[in-house]
């Protein structure tokens, strides 16, 4: 996903399949990989509140491990989303 957006590829379908094997793998993702992911689909200003809300909850649990640019990239799709909705 972070490479697509990277490139502003607008890639909608494959970012639905990724989005739904996202939220079926959550406990897998690292806070870093999480943040990564979260930012990667900001960027495409993907409007689905409850993938961006689950993805929150799992780096809440995981943010002790969360590094300061996983921390900036968070912080940057939190300030968006709190702009755009």
């Given amino acids: 996903a972070w490479a697509f957006a990277t490139a502003g590829v607008d890639a909608h379908e494959l970012f639905d399949a990724i989005a739904r ?4 793998r959550l406990g897998e993702f690292t806070a870093q990989g ?3 992911t979260a930012w990667a689909f900001a960027c495409l200003d993907w409007k689905k509140p409850e993938f961006f809300v689950a993805l929150a909850n799992a780096i809440a649990e995981r943010m002790s491990t969360l590094t300061n640019e996983g921390l900036t ?3 940057l799709v939190s300030l ?3 702009l755009e909705w």
């Fill in 34 to 36: 999480l943040s990564n």
């Fill in 80 to 82: 968006h989303f709190r």
């Fill in 21 to 24: 094997a996202a939220l079926s």
């Fill in 73 to 75: 990239g968070w912080y």
